[in-house]
């Protein structure tokens, strides 16, 4: 504006601007007639609702709150719509959070408890704010805090358009708020709760450059735990902030006023009561009877018991000692059996024939990963051994496949978490293994609808459960008190390409869902399809997972063989099996003539061959078949430069 020229909006007299996006612009301002001054948000964009603005946000007026900014009026001008209200001149929630200036846990917290006392009273007076962010938060230098922007998103949503689907999308935006144009006082506690993660980390829970982008991770990356970024972060935090962020508005506090008593019963105040009873979820009915029918199994409660010693031994607050993790192991002969030929297996760098207790195979590969491999070895175990239903058998071995493939996709891009995505890739398939075991009716229910309505598996399993095998699994892990680390990687992607991993932890659930797929690829055996498949699915994880199409068959090759070595081990009768044979049938037809096309394509240059190799090239085209491990022999040399087969 020129300098000494007086604009007015309103009856209000500006004084300078404050802030401006594309859609408006605030102002300081001074109301002569009150004697005051006021902040003033001006829109940019006209509209021909006016009446029903001002009709909408009338109620807003009514609030009176010390943790809200009073609002005073919504006016327009030449048909642009203005909203008025108290100005407080502070810093906003968003500024201290990107100058990194850190508080601790409890102060965080006491600011979360303002602020959801503010919210609190406007859920009381029917009012939903629907725009919580850290900018439309004020902290004084006192540290109180005044919460804006009522009515802001009731203004835009009408000035474009008559869509209800909301229209301005922030990382803070609940699901519902634009999947289904939906708003409820959960949606404001979805908001909190990614608010207080980054007050607590200083770090967003998810970034995107675009609105699409951020829209599919809001739907469908899960929220991890706080205490990941910053170990000051409790158990008990970590769950408040985890409930306040389901993608479910049902299975978050119901409003603010629920969730203030969970914090304040944080902060002990004003004295230490019962921590408010969770909203129960759609899917709680089905996960207690998963865990009843579970601990009535006559095996399970031992076996769940060890899993949680292991867990409860080797958390961060407690000290645990090899021979304390080695006494828990080895109460199981035939786990201690398998832990120890696994140990100085190829699988962790071919330690050899060297290690020969638990204790020493702690102090070599370090507590975590023995932890880490007992656990999946406990389960791999338990089911494995008492099943008698063929398709889990499978089940069970396909995620261990799953997991060899997951370390050396790791491996192959230099990731230093590839012993923890072995773990996440193996229990990707958790919910679907115990629901085959221990709900064999239901499952073999939502096989049928599957097969009926031609629909997928995780949508007939809400169908027949009221949940996904996703949610089965991530619940029992949870009651195994698995580091959630590896809960956050047992979660599945929706279908279509997926985008490019924004931390270490999206990264590790890439790796492991991407060796699934591929496990489901060659576990199929070998069609015309096979290939185009795969390549597909490495076009599919290409913004996360760099890898050459040749290092991906050196890999499954590889993943296959080790499956041969590894079966006796784990007690797998491999010619049983119709997984492993449906892996070998994909191996020997990948010795086809159409695979070698497919890697001259590809530049993969030909080498020149032995007489026996010769020979194995001809018996795959049909003359003299010599059995599997002859047949991989020549693509096994063309994928990885002649390196022998083991």
């Given amino acids: 504006m020129e300098k000494n020229k007086l604009i007015k909006i309103g009856h209000y007299t500006v004084r300078h601007q404050i802030n401006k996006d594309c859609e408006s612009s605030d102002f300081l301002a001074f109301d002569t007639g009150q004697d005051r001054q006021v902040e003033i948000k001006a829109f940019r964009i006209g509209s021909d609702h006016i009446e029903s603005i001002l009709l909408q946000t009338q109620a807003l007026s009514e609030l009176r709150h010390p943790n809200i900014l009073s609002f005073y009026e919504i006016g327009e001008q030449k048909g642009f719509p203005y909203l008025v209200s108290e100005y407080y001149d502070s810093e906003t929630l968003a500024d201290l959070i990107k100058s990194k200036k850190s508080f601790s846990v409890s102060d965080a917290v006491k600011r979360m408890s303002q602020i959801l006392d503010g919210i609190s009273y406007a859920h009381n007076q029917g009012i939903i704010h629907n725009d919580?962010?850290?900018e439309n938060i004020l902290i004084g230098d006192d540290g109180g805090v005044r919460i804006r922007g009522f009515g802001i998103s009731i203004v835009i949503n009408s000035l474009k358009g008559s869509d209800n689907r909301q229209k301005e999308i922030t990382r803070y935006t609940a699901p519902e708020c634009f999947l289904k144009g939906e708003a409820y006082k959960s949606s404001d506690v979805y908001s909190l709760g990614m608010i207080l993660y980054e007050m607590l980390t200083l770090r967003p829970v998810m970034v995107a450059s675009k609105r699409e982008d951020m829209m599919y991770k809001i739907a469908y990356v899960p929220t991890v735990h706080p205490s990941l970024e910053n170990p000051d972060v409790d158990p008990l935090l970590d769950s408040i902030v985890e409930k306040a962020t389901q993608k479910d508005p049902v299975a978050r506090f119901r409003n603010a006023t629920v969730m203030k008593k969970a914090i304040d019963y944080y902060l002990g105040l004003p004295e230490k009561e019962e921590l408010p009873e969770p909203e129960k979820s759609d899917n709680q009915g089905i996960l207690n009877l998963l865990l009843s029918r579970m601990e009535n199994n006559s095996d399970f409660p031992a076996f769940s018991k060890s899993i949680m010693a292991i867990n409860e031994k080797t958390s961060k607050d407690q000290y645990v000692s090899a021979r304390d993790l080695a006494d828990i192991i080895m109460k199981d002969y035939s786990l201690t059996n398998k832990m120890l030929t696994l140990v100085n297996s190829s699988f962790y760098g071919g330690l050899g024939s060297g290690v020969t207790s638990i204790e020493?195979?702690?102090?070599?590969?370090?507590?975590?990963?023995?932890r880490l491999m007992a656990g999946a070895m406990m389960v791999f175990t338990q089911i494995q051994d008492k099943s008698n239903i063929d398709e889990l058998k499978d089940s069970m071995i396909k995620s261990y496949m799953s997991g060899l493939i997951a370390i050396e996709v790791a491996k192959q891009v230099k990731s230093k978490d590839a012993e923890v995505v072995f773990l996440c890739a193996m229990f990707q398939t958790l919910g679907r293994n115990l629901t085959i075991y221990y709900m064999s009716d239901e499952y073999s229910n939502i096989r049928v609808l599957m097969n009926e309505k031609g629909i997928d598996i995780s949508s007939a399993s809400h169908e027949v459960l009221g949940a996904s095998l996703d949610e089965i699994g991530v619940c029992v892990a949870r009651y195994w008190k698995f580091p959630e680390a590896i809960i956050y990687g047992m979660r599945s992607l929706p279908e279509g390409v997926v985008n490019k991993p924004e931390s270490k932890l999206e990264?590790?659930?890439?790796?492991?869902?991407?060796?699934?797929?591929?496990?489901?690829?060659?576990?199929h055996g070998f069609d015309d399809q096979s290939i185009n498949k795969l390549i597909q699915l490495m076009k599919k994880?290409?913004?996360?997972?760099?890898?050459?199409?040749?290092?991906?068959?050196?890999i499954l090759f590889d993943s296959i063989e080790k499956i041969k070595n590894h079966a006796s081990v784990l007690g797998i009768n491999a010619e049983k099996s119709r997984f492993i044979t449906s892996l070998f049938s994909f191996a020997e037809g990948g010795e086809s003539s159409e695979l070698n096309r497919h890697i001259k394509c590809t530049g993969t240059a030909e080498i020149s061959h032995s007489p026996d190799e010769q020979k194995a090239i001809d018996d795959i085209s049909g003359k003299k078949p010599d059995g599997f491990r002859t047949r991989l022999i020549p693509l096994w040399k063309k994928l990885t430069g002649n390196r022998k087969l083991k």
């Avoid at 020493?360 to 023995?370: C, R, S, T």
């Avoid at 994880?541 to 050196?554: H, L, N, Q, T, Y």
């Fill in 132 to 134: 919580l962010r850290p």
């Fill in 541 to 554: 994880f290409e913004p996360g997972i760099s890898i050459s199409e040749k290092d991906v068959f050196r």
């Fill in 360 to 370: 020493q195979a702690v102090i070599i590969l370090g507590l975590e990963q023995v």
């Fill in 507 to 523: 990264m590790i659930r890439h790796f492991s869902i991407f060796a699934n797929e591929i496990c489901d690829v060659a576990g």
